[in-house]
Structure formats: structure tokens, C-alpha cells
């Protein structure tokens, strides 16, 4: 049975601007001003490149951002956060 | 060049009519700024009026106004698409309404236009499903007592009023677009069978139906407050769609008066006409605002008030309704 | 309106309208230095109604009306007119200023270079800002600083001082021959009165300042200077904006960027005095 796909906003959806363990994001889109913690803003700029599976988005995130923690079920709750934030949606 | 301000006659003339407006002078344009936000219609003048000769002051407080429109309007479109996100898996037509319809579908009643809740028609088989999902994602209800909620349910043409918990943003679901207890009886499946869709899957009314549905809502639901900028709403729709079929649809609907009216009090505000016999009660009420914003014509205002209350509800119905209502305070 | 008045204070010019005499005689005795408002043409306009035409005269009360409105305000009696008339300015700011990022937050400057202080009521603003000035600081707001998003400056905002209960007596200490408004007691806010910007402040209100340091007051305890994580003081300042939200981005880059540029800081302190030196130390230590 094949993963949902999550998307996220487009290349330019977002204005980012770190603060410390907190990151501020803008959604242009919505208009909404974020406070995202570590995995939330690497979730989202693997998902400007193109939507990505569940199983996908865990693999690049391990590799890239040496998020050794990860469990599908962790990071399934991370992106149902974002779902509900409005910016990510399941395909 | 002095003018005399007394209503807002004038703002619908600017409106109108913008170059007409050249040659204001300080305080002219101080009256017709605080009439234009009083009635909600200040982003609209904005747009209406921009490359008119005009002070500096006044520049910087439209442009503000366009902005500020902008940014509703983007609110207003993420409210929208937040709802079609909810309502995806239920399989039913969700139709915007007012305002928001207006710049999904880049009307030019939508243009400044300030927009408040998001309002949808959906069929009346579906509102219980409707509702379930928008609770799931994160909608709650605003009033919680039980009184209210029955006679909202049983009566009215909406759901009680959600708010959303991040967002505290509300949302208006409509069945149909008038009250069941009101005299006139709409019919909700014919307006949405008309209705269009947009590329993301949400529609909007027929043209027709967005005509009707403006005048249903200004002159057989409400004590015209806000009456300026819906005129002005129905104004643009004709403007740019016209009348074909417009009579025949409203008949269908039981609103052939109210839009045949609503038609003329927009040629006597925004065009040439002269209104006559009852339509000069309903022009008063509507430019019923003074050079300070502020409501003037008392006597006017609380004759369409009680007008209002008594189309919604038939006499035995309205005092049963006040009568609970008496007991809980 | 039967009695109107009309001013500009910074960039912002207010047209006031009411059905009574006083609080407009007060009003522009206190404002009769100030400029009026660009073109003649008010950014906001502010009226001061009866709800009845009998209450101009019986019990009268001042409902709250203008531009923007709060349906569940309530009205003030009379004698706190000019109460009414500020708080009314402040609701046309709070709910409709779009040109500037409204940060609640009094505002001194020197050299050019500006102190934020923001905090909830009571925390001392008003007051740190008064005795400020009094040491030779520029004063430029006691309510409102309003921060430019393009150029990142804050332009001065100095309406009418509010000082509330012992604020009073230590801005009345601070500077004797300051012209005052009436001493209002038992208001919603407690006892309050309205001190006049020095000239110094009124003539220069049209200069802007670059932010350099945004302190966190806290009044009555024992003195102490802490740096606030910058996560911490962006929700904090958002918190302070009545138009963050509406200013989309904009607000964001505003925002973002004074938080990334000005070291934020959180001081108690346990009196007027105290304040200031520690104020001054920061000041220094930039």
C-alpha cells in the first residue's frame, strides 16, 4: 500500500527567520506567523523541493539533518501538527 | 469648492462617480473618508478613486486602506481553502457566499471589498456531516446554550456560529439563505444546482444567484444596516454580468420584489434614477450616516429595525421567542 | 458634533468630536503646542457621544465612538472626559494603524539611538520614560512606539503622559513646572493624571530614532538585568502589537528584524532611581 504524499507551501511561501531553538515562519499564504522547533522547519524545506512520503521525509531527514531520533510515528504526529497549522497537507 | 455634507448621498457619488470628486476640499474629504469607513466601504473608495487629484494626507490613508484590504483578502481566501481542506472528504457542493465569493472568483464587487466571517451554502442533507468535519479540524461553537442552539437548528438557515480554535476565525454554514420562519421561502436546491465551480473545487452562485442572494439578504433579512455596501456589491455584480434572466430566476425564488427594488435603489444611489414612493424610505435609511460616521435618522433606523425582526419571524413566533428569551435573564 | 478639536501627534493626526464642552476645552489647552494634522486631513476621528440626547444633561456618561469601535465598551462619566478622549485615541491606533508596527512600549532617545521599554500595565513605562527625560533623554512616547517595517526606525509618539497612581507623584517630582491635566480618582484604571511632553520632546516629534536596546521592566522587586531569549521577546513583542497580524508581512519583517538587531533585556527593579542607573549601565555597555 503506498505512503500518502505530504506537500507543503511553494518555494516562496515562506519567510524564515531563526531566533534560537525556536524558528519564526511566515505562511504568506494564510497570512499566520509560526514558532516551529526542530524537526518542523527541515520538515518544510524538504517539502519545498517537492511532496515526499512519510517514508521519504524520514530517510532525507536522518541523512541530511542527522535527525538520529526519528520514528515514523514521531514524525507522523509532527506532520498531522503541521496539517493542523495549515502548512502541510496529505495527498 | 465647499460642499455641504449631510448624508452619504455623497460617498455613493463618489463612488460612482469619481472624478466627481476632484476639487474636495480638507474637510470634505475628512467627511467622506469617515462616512466611507463607517459603512465599511473605505477600501473600495480607495480603489474607486485612485489617479484622482487629491492631498497627500489623503493618499497615504487610502493607500493604507487598499492594504489593509489585501490583507482580508488573503485571510479571507485562507479561510476558504482551510474549509475546503475540512469539507474534502465530504461529498458535497460547498458554495461560497458574499464577500468571499467575490475574490475567489477576482469579481469586481470583490475589489477593496472588506470581507468579515467566511459564509457557506451547503445542502441541508449534508449539514450534519458538514459539521462533524469542521469540529474534527478544529472548529468549535461560540455559544454553548442549549435554548438558542434548538431554536438556531430547527429555524434558522445556518448552523449556530463556529469559531475556529487557532485561527479565532468564524464560519458561517448556510442551508439556505433565508430563515424558515421568514415569509419567503427560497428555494437553496435550485441556487446551488446553478451554482459554479472554481479550480480549486469550492464554487460560488450563478451570477443570477449572487444577485438574488445580495438582495434577499439586504431588504428580506436585515434592518438594512451595512445596506450601502451591498447595494454597492449588487451594483458591481450588474455591471459586469447584467440582468439576462434575472427576473425569471427571482420570480422562481419569490424575491421578485426585493430585486426588482434593490435594481432601482442602485440606479437612484450609484446612477441617474429618482427614487419614488416607498424606495425614498429605503434611500434615507442606507445614506442614513453624517460627516462624523456616526447613524443619524433615529426614527428611520428603528422603523427597519423592528421591519427586520418581524420578517424573520411571524408574530406568535416572535413573541414565544422573546417570551423564553424574557424568562432565562 | 456640537465641540470638536483636531491634532497631530507624530505622524498621526486625530479629528475629536463630542457632545460636551470640557473634555475639548481640556484638550487643547493640554495639546496647544502641538501641530495639526497634515492637509488638514485627520488619520483618525475619535467622537465622544451620549447614547440619549437626555444624557448630555442627565447623569451624563461619554460612550466611546469613532473610526473603529468596541461594541462592549463602557462609558465614563464626564468628569474623566479627557480620559475618554485618550483612551478613544488609543483604540483608533490599536485597531486601525497600518503605516507602523505598533509596538506598546514608551520610547527615549540619544544620539539618535532609541530605548524601548515594553510591558504590561503597571510594569512602569510611563514612568521609566518620564524619568528618563527629566535625565536629559529625548522623550518620545509613553504608549505607543511606532517602528517603520521598511527602514527599521521608530518614530515618536508623544500624546499626553498617563500616569497612573504612584506614577503620579514620582513624574510630578521629577518635573515640577510640566503642565498637568486634571487629577482624575477612581477611574477604571485607577487614579490618573495627564502630564504635557516637554518642549524639547513636542519640537522634535517628527525625528525618528534607531532602536538600540528594548528593555523588559518589572516593578517591585529587587534589582536585577537578565537577557531575554530572543524567541522569548519576539512572542513577548507580538503579544505588545495590536497590529502584528494585521501588517502580514511586513509585521514580520519589522519585527524579526529589530528582535535580530537590538539586544533585548529584562530588568526588576525596585524603584525610579534604580532603574535609571540601570538603565544607564546597559546604555553604556552597548
Known amino acids: 500500500m503506498p505512503d500518502a504524499l505530504y506537500r507543503g507551501p511553494p518555494e516562496d511561501g515562506l519567510l524564515i527567520a531563526p531566533l534560537d531553538a525556536f524558528t519564526a515562519v511566515y505562511h504568506r499564504a494564510s497570512g499566520i506567523t509560526h514558532l516551529l522547533t526542530e524537526p518542523a522547519p527541515q520538515i ?46 496529505r495527498l | 469648492m465647499v460642499r455641504v455634507v449631510n448624508d452619504a448621498r455623497i460617498l455613493a457619488r463618489a463612488l460612482a462617480d469619481p472624478a466627481s470628486i476632484a476639487g474636495l476640499d480638507a474637510e470634505g474629504w475628512t467627511a467622506l473618508l469617515a462616512m466611507a469607513r463607517a459603512e465599511q466601504l473605505i477600501g473600495t473608495l480607495a480603489m474607486r478613486v ?19 484590504a489585501e490583507q482580508g483578502r488573503r485571510a479571507a481566501l485562507w479561510e476558504a481553502e482551510m474549509a475546503r481542506r475540512a469539507l474534502a472528504a465530504v461529498d458535497c457542493p460547498v458554495v461560497l457566499l458574499k464577500g468571499t465569493a467575490f475574490v475567489a472568483a477576482g469579481l469586481s464587487a470583490g475589489q477593496g471589498r472588506s470581507i468579515g466571517d467566511l459564509d457557506i451554502l451547503v445542502p441541508r442533507e449534508s449539514i450534519d456531516t458538514v459539521e462533524a468535519a469542521l469540529l474534527a479540524a478544529g472548529w468549535e461553537w461560540v455559544k454553548p446554550d442549549p435554548y438558542d442552539d ?14 475556529h480554535r487557532e485561527r479565532d476565525r468564524m464560519i458561517d454554514v448556510h442551508h439556505t439563505i433565508l430563515p424558515l420562519t421568514a415569509r419567503i421561502t427560497p428555494n437553496p436546491v435550485a441556487l446551488i444546482d446553478g451554482s459554479v465551480a472554481l479550480e480549486n473545487g469550492l464554487r460560488t452562485l450563478s451570477p443570477n444567484g449572487m444577485l438574488i442572494h445580495a438582495a434577499a439578504h439586504l431588504f428580506a433579512d436585515g434592518d438594512l444596516a451595512g445596506g450601502l455596501r451591498n447595494l454597492w456589491d449588487i451594483r458591481c455584480l450588474v455591471e459586469e454580468f447584467g440582468t439576462d434572466g434575472l427576473a425569471a430566476d427571482a420570480r422562481r425564488h ?76 | ?103 506598546h512600549a514608551s520610547a527615549v532617545e540619544r544620539d539618535g539611538r532609541a530605548v524601548l521599554m515594553t510591558g504590561i500595565s503597571g510594569a ?36 499626553l503622559i ?88 511586513a509585521g514580520f519583517r519589522g519585527l524579526t528584524g529589530l528582535i535580530a538587531q537590538v539586544p533585548s533585556v529584562a530588568i526588576d527593579y525596585p524603584d525610579g532611581t534604580s532603574a535609571i542607573a540601570q538603565v544607564e549601565a546597559l546604555w553604556s555597555a552597548l
Open chain 1, 44 to 89: 518544510l524545506a524538504m517539502l519545498q523541493e517537492g511532496s515526499l512520503s512519510l517514508g521519504a521525509l524520514l530517510d532525507r531527514l536522518e541523512r541530511d539533518y542527522d535527525l538520529a531520533d526519528g520514528t515514523r510515528e514521531a514524525l507522523a504526529a509532527r506532520l498531522d501538527e503541521l496539517i493542523e497549522a495549515g502548512l502541510v497537507a
Open chain 2, 50 to 68: 485612485d489617479g484622482v487629484a487629491m492631498p497627500a494626507a489623503v493618499k497615504a490613508i487610502l493607500d493604507d486602506a487598499r492594504d489593509a
Open chain 2, 150 to 163: 434548538a431554536y438556531y437548528r430547527r429555524w434558522m438557515h445556518e448552523l449556530p456560529p463556529l469559531i
Open chain 2, 254 to 329: 419569490g424575491l421578485s420584489a426585493q430585486v426588482a427594488r434593490s435594481l432601482r435603489i442602485v440606479d437612484t444611489l450609484f446612477g441617474a434614477g429618482e427614487a419614488t414612493g416607498i424606495d425614498r424610505l429605503y434611500v434615507r435609511r442606507v445614506t442614513a450616516r453624517d460627516g462624523w460616521g456616526g447613524p443619524t435618522r433615529p426614527v428611520t433606523r428603528l422603523a427597519f429595525y423592528i421591519r427586520s425582526h418581524w420578517l424573520r419571524m411571524p408574530p406568535a413566533m416572535l413573541a414565544r421567542h422573546l417570551w423564553t428569551k424574557f424568562r432565562k435573564t
Open chain 3, 1 to 103: 458634533m456640537r465641540h470638536a478639536f483636531s491634532v497631530r501627534i507624530g505622524p498621526v493626526g486625530f479629528r475629536i468630536g463630542s457632545d460636551w464642552r470640557a473634555p475639548i476645552a481640556a484638550l487643547k489647552t493640554l495639546y496647544r503646542d502641538y501641530p495639526g494634522p497634515r492637509d488638514g486631513v485627520a488619520d483618525f476621528t475619535v467622537r465622544l457621544f451620549a447614547r440619549r440626547p437626555w444624557r448630555r444633561f442627565v447623569r451624563p456618561s461619554v460612550e466611546i465612538g469613532g473610526d473603529y469601535m468596541l461594541p462592549e465598551a463602557a462609558p465614563l462619566p464626564l468628569s474623566q472626559g479627557l480620559l475618554a478622549a485618550e483612551m478613544a485615541m488609543n483604540l483608533q491606533m490599536a485597531l486601525g494603524a497600518r503605516r507602523y508596527l505598533l509596538l
Open chain 3, 124 to 159: 512602569g513605562k510611563s514612568t521609566l520614560a518620564t524619568l528618563l527625560a527629566a535625565k536629559g533623554w529625548r522623550f518620545m512616547g509613553d504608549e505607543f512606539a511606532l517602528l517603520d517595517p521598511a527602514t527599521g526606525l521608530v518614530h515618536a509618539f508623544p500624546r
Open chain 3, 162 to 249: 498617563s500616569l497612573k497612581n504612584e506614577g503620579i507623584a514620582a513624574a510630578e517630582a521629577a518635573w515640577p513646572a510640566a503642565r498637568m491635566g486634571p487629577l482624575m480618582r477612581a477611574t477604571p484604571k485607577g487614579d490618573i493624571r495627564h502630564m504635557v511632553p516637554d518642549a524639547r520632546a513636542i519640537a522634535a516629534m517628527d525625528t525618528p530614532a534607531t532602536p538600540a536596546l528594548l528593555v523588559f521592566p518589572r516593578y517591585g522587586f529587587a534589582a536585577e538585568t537578565r537577557p531575554v531569549p530572543p524567541a522569548e521577546a519576539f512572542i513577548r513583542m507580538t503579544q505588545a502589537s495590536t497590529n502584528y497580524v494585521g501588517l502580514g508581512e
